[in-house]
């Protein structure tokens, strides 16, 4: 079956204690990207990458870092997490250029 | 002002009617996306649009590139087509979305 599988789905941390937010997708696409959802403001690109060792910013990267070092893999990376990145996060993956776009199924992130 | 508008924000319907959602955008876009999300949270791509119409089951959407408008329609609306409803458009280059603030659906049986 086609997917992009998140982990973890929900996770309460404490500001300033580094996590990692796993995305993998199993359809061979070249684009991968990572999204955060808040009320008020939808969604809103963090990073994307148009294929291995490829990654630019979106509109709100500041916080995150990521990483493309295998094409199925697309990791999302808070160094020093702060209640501001409270937010539910998606990615998102396809295979390059005008084609549909598939989601994961997000990941409730609270920072206290 | 917001580069990707919607509208309405939130529509109430009854089983049965039929349902428009617009979307107008200010910026050169490659192509339109319309997603469903529903009250779990999960997203799901209706259509990939850039140009003319297409159709899948009871959804449409449609696009006109000159007046930079698109359209999704529900017709026979049911319940379970309750979500929120975004469109995204994906700029010149094929590289960065940006999405609409979304059109809350009800549909009441």
């Known amino acids: 079956e086609a997917q992009v599988t998140q982990n973890p789905r929900y996770l309460i941390t404490v500001t300033g204690k580094k996590l990692t937010v796993t995305c993998s997708q199993n359809?061979?696409?070249?684009?991968m990207s990572w999204y955060r959802q808040d009320p008020g403001l939808g969604l809103r690109q963090i990073y994307y990458?148009?294929?291995?060792?490829?990654?630019d910013k979106g509109d709100v990267p500041e916080g995150y870092k990521v990483s493309r070092k295998e094409k199925r893999n697309f990791p999302l990376i808070l160094e020093s997490p702060s209640p501001n990145q409270t937010s539910l996060y998606f990615c998102?993956?396809?295979?390059?250029?005008?084609?549909?776009?598939?989601f994961g199924e997000g990941s409730w992130l609270t920072v206290v | 002002k917001n580069e990707v508008e919607q509208s309405p924000q939130n529509l109430t319907a009854q089983e049965g009617e039929f349902i428009t959602i617009n979307c107008s955008y200010s910026v050169g876009i490659s192509a339109l996306h319309w997603l469903q999300q529903h009250p779990g949270g999960g997203i799901v791509s209706l259509f990939m649009?850039?140009?003319g119409k297409k159709k899948h089951g009871r959804l449409i959407a449609t696009i006109n590139i000159q007046e930079k408008h698109s359209s999704l329609h529900i017709t026979a609306s049911h319940p379970r087509d309750s979500a929120v409803y975004i469109c995204a458009g994906l700029d010149n280059y094929g590289q960065n979305f940006v999405f609409g603030p979304g059109t809350r659906l009800s549909v009441l049986p």
């Open positions: 990458s148009m294929n291995v060792e490829v990654t």
């Open positions: 998102a993956s396809r295979p390059g250029y005008g084609n549909t776009i598939y």
């Open positions: 649009l850039s140009s």
């Open positions: 359809m061979n696409h070249e684009y």
